[in-house]
Every structure is written in structure tokens, then in C-alpha cells.
């Protein structure tokens, strides 16, 4: 079983909407969670990290945590073609010395 | 810009042969980790590295190895070279707890043939 799944998308969502990014891990005693951004060709971008449940938001992004579902989403709001990138879910366990990515999730956002 | 520097860009080598890469952190991170990313996929960690020595290992063989300077630059080094070793390797400086914020040096692609 993977630390992190996603899906690999593509998620399609035309400009404005909101895009939903989704992501599960395994491991319950895992401890911070990341979101990154990465465009073709280019190394990731952190976008949000959160650490305990509930919601978080920063602009247009918001993530979401569920320690007890082990699940973390991303929600980008107003969507627009500069967002269409791979978005990666990081966790973080081990007292801090393990990160797991996931394979990444695929957004294109059409004009 | 992270403030993440990696040396060199792109680089092609053999099978069995050996390299190094190089990494600068971000000022004030004293805490940096490398991945190795295939096309297609999400970085795999490799090793985390603290004030000069390792603190955690991901799932990579012994001709994986690392070290940390006293300026908490750091290199990584692979031996043996082998074709599935090519892959965009990145450096990532982080940010104290509780933080744990880690940022991204920009890679370097290695080719192996």
C-alpha cells in the first residue's frame, strides 16, 4: 500500500470554477501535510502545508484535513488557466525526518 | 525563488559510473532532505540530512549516500550508475519545527546511458 495516493487525473475545469484536489494516506500517526504546486519541467512549489483538522486558507486556496478519514484536499477557487499544473500531497511522519509524495494529480484549466 | 541552489543543471553520464550532486540551502535552514523524481511520478525521498549528519533514510540503496557540510550545503552521491537511476533529482531546504516546511532547489536531471 502507497504512504500517499492520488488521483492521477487529468481534472478537467473551465475557468472560475472551483478545482478539488484529493489525496489519502495510510499512516495514521503521519503528523503535517503539504500541497505543492509543480509545473512541467519545473521542480514543486510549496503551496500550503496543515497540521491539524479542519480548514485552511490562503487566498484562492484552501485545504482541508481529516485526521480521522486520513484524507486532505486542496480546493482552488476561480480557477484559472495559470493554476493548470501537477499538484502534489506531501506527508510528513517519523518525528519529522520522512516525507511521501504522491504520484500527483494533473489539473488543466481551460480558458 | 526558494533561495535553493543545485549544481549542475543537467548532467549525462555512463552506467557504473559515479556522481556527484551539490546543493546550497536556504539561509538559516540547517535541515535538508533529497528526492529522486521519475518522469511521471512524485519525488521519492531519498535522505534527510541535519547538522552534518543523516536522519532519515527512504527506500534507496547504500551506493546512495550523502553528506552535510558545516554550512549545511550538501551533496548527494551515486555509485554504480544503472539506467533507472535517471531521474530529476531534487534538494529540498526546510524550515524548523514546527513549521517542517521544506522548499525546492530548482534539480538536477541526470541521464544515465
Known amino acids: 500500500q502507497k504512504e500517499v495516493e492520488q488521483n492521477s487525473g487529468p481534472l478537467s475545469v473551465p475557468e472560475g470554477a472551483i478545482a478539488s484536489l484529493n489525496c489519502t494516506y495510510s499512516d495514521r500517526v503521519s503528523q503535517s501535510f503539504f500541497w505543492y504546486r509543480q509545473y512541467s519541467g519545473k521542480s514543486p512549489e510549496l503551496i500550503m502545508s496543515?497540521?491539524?483538522?479542519g480548514d485552511k486558507e490562503d487566498g484562492r486556496f484552501t485545504a482541508q484535513l481529516n485526521k480521522a478519514s486520513q484524507y486532505v484536499s486542496l480546493l482552488i477557487r476561480d480557477s484559472q488557466p495559470s493554476d493548470s499544473a501537477t499538484y502534489l500531497c506531501?506527508?510528513?511522519?517519523?518525528?519529522?525526518?520522512?516525507?511521501?509524495f504522491g504520484s500527483g494529480t494533473k489539473l488543466n484549466v481551460k480558458p | 525563488e526558494t533561495g535553493v541552489t543545485q549544481s549542475p543543471t543537467h548532467l549525462i553520464k555512463t552506467r557504473g559510473q559515479q556522481v556527484t550532486l551539490r546543493c546550497s540551502s536556504q539561509s538559516g535552514h540547517n535541515t535538508v532532505s533529497w528526492y529522486q523524481q521519475a518522469l511521471g511520478q512524485g519525488p521519492q525521498f531519498i535522505f534527510q540530512?541535519?547538522?552534518?549528519?543523516?536522519?532519515g533514510r527512504g527506500n534507496f540503496p547504500p551506493r546512495f549516500s550523502g553528506l552535510q557540510f558545516p554550512n549545511y550545503s550538501s551533496e548527494l552521491n551515486v555509485n554504480a550508475l544503472e539506467l533507472d537511476d535517471s531521474a530529476l533529482y531534487l534538494c529540498?531546504?526546510?524550515?524548523?519545527?514546527?513549521?517542517?516546511?521544506?522548499?525546492f532547489g530548482p534539480g538536477t536531471r541526470l541521464t544515465v546511458l
Open positions: 540530512y541535519y547538522r552534518e549528519e543523516e536522519n
Open positions: 506531501a506527508v510528513n511522519k517519523d518525528n519529522f525526518n520522512k516525507f511521501y
Open positions: 496543515i497540521y491539524s483538522n
Open positions: 529540498a531546504s526546510q524550515e524548523q519545527a514546527p513549521s517542517n516546511e521544506q522548499f
